[in-house]
């Protein structure tokens, strides 16, 4: 059969319509919007109208065409979610190596790119400060049972973060300056801290798995006191929350 | 001779908008010259003469020439050409589509498989209705060791609709809890005593069923087990006790 002029330009189309439509479900179907990565997040994470609170997209420093992540906050009823999203090439997709979505319901505190971020209701709050307390931990397992034998702690220190109001449901706390300098071991930043202070050793290592079997990181929840000030300078609240060394140490 | 058909019909194509059909308006004009002229040959007409009867016989070259204009319409001429760019370019989309999605060249396949090879929760499993989906929990065995208890216990999530990756972020996110207390949450992996040695996603990568089971390592004999999904709009918790016969 021949198809007229108006035949074959139908056809095009609908070809063109059904690659396209297979390009998007061989991606994933990517999103193009932060709205459609939180529809896309809340149907799989079961949170309906999902709505973004808070983004912040990043350039990681990259050689040649750099990823750049975009980080999300979102909330549904009284949950809060945080995910990241990566482009590349132009599409975004899920990201979850340095964040898998965590989600809480009213505060949930997660470190990305150097700050703290909290959530909450915080309409009436003109000031807050963040207390960090770090330790030396050295958490001792046996290595047959899984059992924890022992708990060493050491070096104590503080840190405390004057906040950022980014908006009404959320505050940052940056905790870092990015500086070369604060990327070496002896380095006494927050980031440093939580990536060598925190350790996971063995015992009663069988004799034939001695070799590769060092110290590792360790996944601890690190205590945060959130003190929430009001307008005239009283204390509205303090939050006794807590951050991971995970996310401290992975938080781009 | 020749020339004066060429000429003829370059005036006709001059006259249709649309360039990019000339020359196919040129092949058809020649094959009806040609025909025509063949057939006066055939008739016993000398050259000359049947190219010239052949060439009046075309017709007025401003008459066929606005006649073929219309019937090559230029804005269809060019909405056609912009069709075929679009096939080229979304037949380059889907190179790069499969080229970056080449890791996951499988995952459609594999979906399909999990889809199919689906069992769907038994009858005693308990049931709750989450925004968009329908969860399923039931406790399995129940087994005394040396060391305490070993439980197993099956999730089962039917999703609306197959867009998306799967309700894998969620299940993680649950929260665990027995008669003697909460037990780790599904993303805090913990093969310790009171945890659980694997969660095992029996089909987490498919379109609409998934279903996971978990592994439990108890000191103590649980009367029930719980999971909880204290979040959103629509937050379930689903308990089961052991059915009759376990230990």
């Known amino acids: ?252 | 001779m020749a020339d004066n058909f060429s000429h003829w019909c370059n005036q006709v194509t001059d006259l249709v908008r649309f360039a990019p059909d000339h020359k196919a308006i040129a092949q058809e004009l020649q094959a009806h010259y040609e025909d025509h002229k063949q057939a006066l040959l055939d008739l016993g007409y000398d050259e000359e003469t049947a190219a010239q009867r052949s060439l009046e016989a075309m017709g007025d070259a401003q008459e066929v020439g606005a006649a073929l204009n219309r019937v090559h319409s230029y804005w269809l001429g060019l909405l056609w050409q912009a069709s075929r760019v679009l096939v080229v370019l979304a037949l380059a989309l889907v190179l790069v589509g499969l080229w970056k999605s080449r890791d996951r060249v499988e995952d459609p396949l594999l979906r399909t498989q999990s889809q199919l090879a689906w069992e769907a929760p038994p009858e005693t499993a308990v049931h709750t209705r989450a925004y968009n989906a329908d969860v399923f929990w039931d406790l399995l065995t129940l087994d005394e060791t040396p060391e305490g208890w070993t439980a197993t216990a099956r999730l089962w999530v039917q999703m609306d609709t197959p867009l998306g990756f799967g309700p894998g972020d969620a299940v993680r996110q649950m929260e665990l809890r027995d008669d003697q207390g909460p037990l780790p949450r599904l993303d805090r992996f913990s093969d310790t005593a009171n945890g659980f040695s694997h969660v095992s996603p029996t089909a987490d990568s498919s379109w609409t069923n998934f279903s996971y089971t978990l592994s439990l390592t108890l000191d103590h004999k649980p009367a029930w087990v719980e999971v909880a999904y204290p979040y959103g709009a629509a937050p379930f918790a689903l308990r089961d006790t052991w059915k009759e016969g376990t230990p």
Not at chain 1, 157 to 169: G, I, K, M, P, S
Request: charged share 20%.
């Open chain 1, 1 to 252: 059969m021949r198809l007229s002029r108006s035949g074959k330009i139908l056809r095009n189309l609908l070809v063109s319509a059904l690659l396209a439509v297979f390009t998007a479900a061989a991606l994933g179907f990517p999103p193009l919007t932060v709205r459609q990565m939180c529809r896309q997040v809340g149907r799989d994470l079961l949170l309906p109208d999902l709505e973004p609170v808070y983004e912040i997209s990043y350039n990681l420093p990259h050689i040649g065409s750099p990823p750049r992540r975009t980080f999300v906050i979102a909330k549904s009823g009284p949950t809060y979610a945080a995910f990241q999203f990566q482009q590349d090439k132009g599409f975004y997709s899920r990201f979850y190596t340095t964040l898998p979505p965590r989600l809480a319901n009213d505060h949930l505190l997660i470190p990305r790119f150097g700050s703290l971020y909290l959530t909450g209701d915080f309409a009436d709050v003109s000031a807050a400060t963040a207390q960090v307390t770090v330790q030396k931990t050295t958490v001792w397992q046996d290595y047959m049972t899984r059992q924890q034998t022992d708990i060493q702690l050491g070096e104590r220190a503080v840190y405390t973060y004057n906040c950022v109001l980014e908006n009404d449901q959320v505050l940052s706390f940056c905790y870092t300056e990015e500086t070369s300098a604060n990327n070496h071991p002896t380095s006494t930043t927050l980031r440093n801290v939580a990536d060598h202070w925190y350790r996971l050793s063995f015992t009663n290592i069988p004799e034939d798995r001695e070799v590769g079997l060092g110290t590792q990181s360790l996944d601890w929840e690190i205590p945060v006191d959130v003190t929430l000030y009001g307008a005239d300078g009283q204390v509205l609240d303090t939050l006794h929350l807590t951050a991971s060394v995970y996310d401290l140490s992975w938080d781009y």
